[in-house]
């Protein structure tokens, strides 16, 4: 069973930036696509999370959203066994509970439904 384990969060000043990993435990297979989201409060649980971007370990293809585009991107450490996830300019907006999540089929999807397998979250708190 792959369990995903987030850790790097913590604050930081606006305009700073931030470096996440998620640890990845169990077997995984070339198949695997690896993404962020974030769950901004005061949002309830279970309302949707906003994707970030993704990582497919077939080839290590990366897809990112605007929120993420210009000014992040994920990588993998095979060594780690780890997904990293590189912010920078930080904005307060961007304070939120960083989720990573696998999809062994590796579909690549942008939505949190088609994700089975998720970390705790580490939360992240920009401050002005």
């Known amino acids: 069973q792959v369990q995903l384990v987030e850790s790097g969060g913590g604050s930081v000043q606006a305009w700073g930036s931030l470096r996440l990993s998620c640890t990845t435990t169990?077997?995984?297979?070339?198949?695997?696509?690896i993404a962020w989201f974030r769950q901004a409060p005061p949002q309830a649980p279970g309302k949707e999370r906003e994707?970030?971007?993704?990582?497919?370990?077939?080839?290590?293809?990366?897809s990112y959203s605007d929120s993420l585009s210009g000014r992040g991107s994920i990588a993998r450490d095979i060594a780690r066994n780890a997904v990293s996830l590189q912010m920078s300019s930080l904005k307060p907006e961007d304070t939120a509970v960083y989720f990573c999540a696998a999809d062994p089929p590796g579909f690549g999807s942008w939505s949190p439904d088609d994700y089975t397998i998720w970390g705790q979250g580490t939360q992240v708190t920009v401050s002005s």
């Open positions: 169990g077997p995984t297979t070339r198949s695997y696509v």
């Open positions: 994707f970030l971007g993704l990582i497919r370990y077939s080839d290590n293809y990366t």
